[in-house]
């Protein structure tokens, strides 16, 4: 792309950061130049992140009506994968499935839940009466 080409579309991210693009100058070689956003870049972003919403408002759900616990629904909202919450934890990812479900939450004891809570920065109490 030439340099006047450099897309400086608005985006939800064009007050916090830019991107570095490989453009041609007028000599033809290429050089950087920083881009605000496109427009096709940030209807994929905003695409993704209705789908995480999405995922949230699911997770919401499954813990009110008894299918999951208060840890899936945090573990969904803090865009978590069972690597990084048994990183934050020390709770092996295997356990930490058991701890999704309302059988398996029941029976942790408080310094468990402390290690959850702390790896979500919620307390414990937030963690055993879910509001959602």
């Given at each position: ?78 865009l ?33 839940l ?9 307390t ?9």
């Amino acid at each position: 792309m030439k340099k006047a080409d450099t897309p400086q579309d608005k985006s939800a991210l064009t007050s916090m950061t830019r991107e570095v693009c490989y453009v041609k100058n007028k000599d033809g070689k290429y050089e950087t130049e920083l881009s605000t956003g496109w427009d096709v870049k940030t209807e994929a972003l905003d695409n993704a992140w209705d789908d995480i919403n999405d995922q949230i408002e699911e997770a919401k759900k499954a813990v009110k009506n008894g299918e999951k616990s208060p840890i899936h629904y945090y573990y969904i909202l803090q865009l978590m994968d069972f690597k990084v919450l048994s990183g934050y934890t020390g709770i092996w990812p295997f356990f930490i499935k058991k701890h999704m479900t309302p059988k398996g939450f029941s029976k942790l004891n408080d310094r468990k839940l402390a290690k959850y809570a702390d790896a979500f920065n919620i307390t414990i109490d937030e963690l055993k009466n879910f509001k959602g």
